[in-house]
């Protein structure tokens, strides 16, 4: 099968450099990578010129988007040509650029059959490309909003999906992990198919999904695995809720005193391997989705806490680079070390702050998630690290954990739940929602947010909602929800 998410998962796990080209009918595109990101397209379809492009997001007039052909310089790219003419500014520019390249990737989702060629660029190296998009973040969105095609059930029929990896399971949605956690690479698809009641168009999406994500390989037949001391904690005798709660609460109890090995239960020079499996055991074992949802509410804060320590655990020894950092951290002398961890938080704080003013949301997630890293006792790294995650789909889940978990450290911080309540808005959950707006107006009669939020425009004469503002009008209300000087 020729298919965008084969090439996608080559390209970004194998990390090739390089051009890939694209044809289909009279339709031609070429996509260029560099060190797992997307960072040139090119395009003959006149739905996804830049010039279109900009016309359609507004930025640019319609009397310039008519005449743009007299702009067209040659040796010069279109977007320099209109910068230097005024016509665009190097922000809408930027913007329009992501926007396309975007758009002409997850358009080839839809084409089963074209005709692709990748040719390695080594000297990608010495170019500078002003746009950036990853590679997972495309598969995924390029899967999910594509239509069922009987060519991709044709290529994953008659194989049997086992489970490889877990890098990017916290990426999926909780139907895609109720599948991905029913795979043990003893069923073909077909008869995980029949076993999972599931939808067959979501399903065969979804199991692309997964592959292409490189969290399960193939086998071209059915199985049949010996057991192994490896896998013995699968064929493990069930425990009851009670037990399981009981486990959560002892691991929650001693949290705080563990290390990111500690947590694992691995030695601090462990093999990635051995990461992944304690991980992946510990995943079994603790996902909040496992525990009932019919829970008192302290009980799943203290599962979904222990959880978060395990990922953050997992996530930072799986990188070499964070790794050595924080075994940096742990090395630290003890009297500066508390001192130390503050200082680098808020370092990161303000990155991360800086990144979301410019809407570069997933940038700015990695400087967020570190800074609560660091220090977890500031309702304001949480409240931060939770409106970026709003701003990422397949981060709304954990958006709420972490508005919650502020609300927690400091239950007179009125943004916290403002916060929550435009993100349980946005989710559909209007009483909850509304919920925590009266809380904040609770914590400040004359907070005009929440009053926005709950009452309309007529009762705040015009005040902006947290949706839309800025994240600099944000932060010069204080805890209390006034304004400061």
């Known amino acids: 099968m020729e298919h965008i998410g084969l090439y996608l998962k080559k390209v970004y796990f194998q990390k090739t450099r390089g051009r890939l080209s694209f044809h289909h009918q009279n339709f031609q595109k070429y996509l260029f990578f560099q060190d797992g990101f997307l960072v040139y397209a090119k395009t003959n379809h006149p739905l996804e010129l830049l010039g279109e492009v900009l016309f359609r997001l507004g930025k640019l007039s319609k009397e310039d988007f008519d005449r743009i052909d007299q702009y067209i310089e040659p040796k010069k790219s279109i977007g320099s040509v209109l910068i230097e003419n005024g016509l665009v500014t190097k922000e809408s520019l930027q913007e329009g650029l992501i926007y396309q390249m975007r758009e002409i990737v997850l358009n080839m989702f839809s084409v089963f059959g074209a005709e692709f060629r990748f040719q390695d660029k080594s000297d990608f190296d010495e170019q500078v490309f002003d746009a950036k998009l990853k590679v997972p973040v495309l598969i995924e969105e390029g899967i999910r909003g ?27 949605n909780e139907e895609e992990r109720r599948l991905y956690d029913l795979i043990k690479g003893e069923t073909t698809s077909e008869e995980l198919l029949a076993s999972s009641n599931s939808n067959p168009q979501f399903f065969w999406k979804s199991l692309y999904l997964l592959y292409c994500l490189d969290l399960v390989d193939f ?13 013995k ?21 001693n949290l705080e005193n563990l290390d990111y090995y500690q947590i694992l239960d691995v030695a601090d020079g462990a093999p990635q391997e051995d990461i992944k499996k304690s991980y992946f055991r510990l995943a079994r074992k603790f996902h909040p989705d496992l525990f009932s949802r019919e829970l008192p509410s302290e009980s799943t804060q203290k599962i979904d806490e222990v959880f978060d320590q395990i990922t953050k655990a997992y996530h930072t020894l799986s990188d070499e680079k964070r790794k050595g950092e924080y075994n940096k951290e742990l090395s630290a002398p003890p009297g500066d070390d508390r001192k130390n961890l503050a200082k680098e938080a808020e370092k990161r704080f303000r990155q991360g702050k800086t990144l ?12 967020l998630e570190q ?5 977890r006792d500031k309702a304001k790294y949480f409240v931060l690290l939770a409106m970026t995650q709003t701003k990422l789909q397949i981060y709304r889940q954990e958006a709420e954990k972490n508005f919650i978990r502020a609300t927690k450290l400091e239950p007179w911080n009125a943004e916290a739940f403002v916060g929550l309540g435009v993100l349980y808005k946005k989710e559909g959950l209007h009483i909850k929602a509304n919920k925590q707006f009266e809380r904040a107006l609770q914590i400040d009669p ?9 009452w309309g425009e007529k009762k705040t004469r015009g005040k902006i909602s947290i949706k839309d503002m800025n994240l600099k009008d944000l932060f010069k209300i204080d805890v209390f929800g006034k304004k400061k000087k």
């Open 146 to 172: 594509m239509k069922h095609n009987p060519d991709l059930e044709a290529f994953l029929a008659q194989k049997t999906p086992a489970p490889k990896s877990i890098d990017f399971y916290l990426r999926l």
């Open 446 to 454: 004359d907070h005009k947010i929440a009053m926005k939020e709950l």
């Open 233 to 253: 904690e699968e064929s493990e005798p069930e425990v009851t809720e009670k037990e399981k709660l009981a486990e959560v609460f002892e691991f929650h109890k």
């Open 219 to 231: 086998k071209d037949r059915k199985v049949k695995k010996a057991p192994s001391p490896e896998k």
């Open 371 to 375: 800074s609560v890293r660091l220090s």
């Open 356 to 367: 979301f003013n410019q809407a570069r949301y997933e940038e700015a997630l990695v400087f």
